[in-house]
């Protein structure tokens, strides 16, 4: 069984960072891509950034362009998010992604794409 636990999620003012880490269990994070999405209230899930499973390329969404930086470290089995200068729009629910796929390129950061899901840490930015 796969599982994929998102933490590191909180309150944060605007210009503050946070680093969300997302650990798998019941598989081996080398042989999959992984993604970092988001959803705010009311809105549809967006990609933030998504990162290869060869060679860690990576695909960033436009918003979180030279803001957010995912990494990823197999021994640990565990994917991070780190987020500097966040703003209010941030808000959101942060969800993990994977997909069993050897892939050198940057993946779709596309939620069609994975086929497995974390519950979610919630990030507020306040004002």
């Known amino acids: 069984q796969v599982y994929l636990t998102e933490s590191g999620g909180g309150l944060v003012q605007a210009g503050g960072s946070l680093r969300l880490s997302c650990v798998a269990s019941?598989?081996?994070?080398?042989?999959?891509?992984m993604g970092w999405f988001r959803q705010a209230a009311g809105k549809k899930r967006e990609g933030v950034s998504c990162i290869s499973s060869i060679d860690d390329n990576t695909n960033i969404a436009g918003s979180a362009k030279g803001r957010f930086t995912i990494t990823r470290d197999n021994a640990k089995n565990t994917v991070y998010l780190e987020m500097n200068s966040l703003q209010p729009e941030d808000t959101a629910v942060y969800y993990c992604?994977?997909?069993?796929?050897?892939?050198?390129?940057?993946?779709?950061?596309?939620?069609?794409?994975?086929?497995?899901w974390g519950q979610g840490t919630q990030v507020t930015v306040s004002s």
């Open positions: 992604a994977a997909r069993q796929v050897h892939l050198r390129a940057a993946p779709p950061c596309e939620t069609f794409y994975y086929e497995h």
């Open positions: 019941g598989f081996t994070l080398e042989h999959y891509v």
